[in-house]
């Protein structure tokens, strides 16, 4: 059974940084794409950022500059650093993989202006 269970959310002032992290299990993580997804108030989720098996990532244009994902295989585990937050990163952040399609709880990040 595949396990993703995220951490380090929060609540943070705009201009300021967060960093989420999804431990995995159940999984054969090195493997595997993994990307984050977020759902903000009174919108649809959306990938915002994912990470291939050999490294290579990919960003929604809204975080391009800002938001750097990255994998630990050694940890099985994929974070997201969240630099220059603004208040429209506010939602509920979601790990993922295609895996089975499987989905972390969410993590709230809050972001006050």
């Known amino acids: 059974q595949v396990q993703l269970v995220e951490s380090g959310g929060g609540l943070v002032q705009a201009g300021g940084s967060l960093r989420l992290a999804c431990r995995a299990s159940?999984?054969?993580?090195?493997?595997?794409?993994m990307d984050w997804q977020r759902q903000g108030p009174g919108e649809q989720r959306e990938m915002i950022a994912a990470i291939q098996s050999d490294g290579r990532t990919s960003y929604v244009d809204s975080v391009k500059g800002r938001f750097t994902i990255s994998r630990d295989n050694t940890e099985n585990t994929v974070y997201l650093q969240m630099n220059d937050v603004r208040t429209e990163d506010t939602g509920i952040y979601f790990c993922?993989?295609?895996?089975?399609?499987?989905w972390g709880r969410g993590i709230q990040v809050t972001v006050s202006s």
């Open positions: 159940g999984m054969l993580f090195s493997l595997n794409p």
């Open positions: 993922h993989t295609f895996y089975r399609d499987s």
